[in-house]
């Protein structure tokens, strides 16, 4: 099946250090999307980007939509104790001719961040 | 955003009993929603997809006697773990589109079963 490729796999960072992620894949996706999940909790969306080479931010948080449609990044500046969890990426694809709707969402397979004092 | 809620986030059962996961959008309707499986230190995995009104549609290798889903509302979605033994513990997280071409899905807080 269709796979994410995200890197890097974790980090550890100082706290008000600015951080870098990114999520590649060999398909094109017409959506990304960026999770951030805590210990014991669901994924909550942080960021979703609906067209090539669209740059969005949230707050602290900025992501950008590859040109190719193939990839995505997702930057943290100031990073402070709270961003500490697992971000994953997922890619959608807008396809009619697949039977199964849920195999249209396909999710990295995460970077663990972690932000020292 | 839109709200997924699941009860109970953590469950304990004996190993042969069944344990009943529900999975609500509480403001928004949800034709489809999905359940995931999430063993530690990995990504999401789609066990199946559960469709208002008719039968769900699970993913390969996911027994559909073992994991039963029901979705008889627009708001409503539960999955039944049937004779639960511990290879069963895991977290399982439901998902559901707020809009079915958009790509947004909004996830629940995930329920932790532990069979004992």
Redesign the interface.
């Known amino acids: 099946g269709q796979q994410l490729n995200q890197s890097p796999q974790s980090m550890f960072i100082q706290e008000g250090e600015d951080v870098s992620m990114n999520c590649t894949s060999s398909s094109i996706f ?2 990304w ?1 960026w ?1 951030k999940q805590d210990p ?6 942080l960021i ?1 980007l ?1 067209k090539a080479g669209e740059l969005t931010s949230n707050g602290r948080l900025t992501a950008q939509f590859g040109i190719t449609r193939k990839d995505s990044f997702l930057n943290i500046s100031a990073s402070i104790p709270s961003d500490v969890g697992i971000y ?1 990426c ?1 890619g ?1 694809q ?1 396809s009619i001719l697949r ?7 396909v ?4 970077t ?1 961040l972690s932000v020292l004092p | ?1 839109a709200v ?1 809620s ?1 009860h109970p986030s953590w469950v304990i059962c004996k190993s042969g009993t069944s344990v009943k996961i529900e999975c609500r959008s509480l403001d928004f309707q949800a034709t ?1 929603m ?1 359940w995931y499986r999430q063993f530690p ?4 995995m ?1 066990m ?2 559960s469709n208002e009104g008719s039968k769900a ?1 699970y ?1 390969q290798g996911v027994e559909k006697d073992k994991f039963l889903i029901n979705h008889a509302s627009l708001t409503l979605s539960t999955l039944t773990v049937t004779s639960a033994h511990p290879e069963d513990s895991s ?1 399982y ?1 439901c ?1 559901a589109p707020l809009r ?11 329920s ?1 079963l532990t069979v004992l």
């Open positions: 017409n959506t999307l999770y014991g909790e669901g994924p909550v969306l979703a609906y994953f997922a959608h807008l039977d199964n709707y849920g195999q249209n969402f999710f990295g397979p995460g663990r | 955003g997924v699941q489809t999905f230190k990995q990504s999401l789609l199946a997809t549609t993913e977290f997280i998902s079915r071409n958009t790509g947004e899905l909004f996830f629940g807080e995930g932790r």
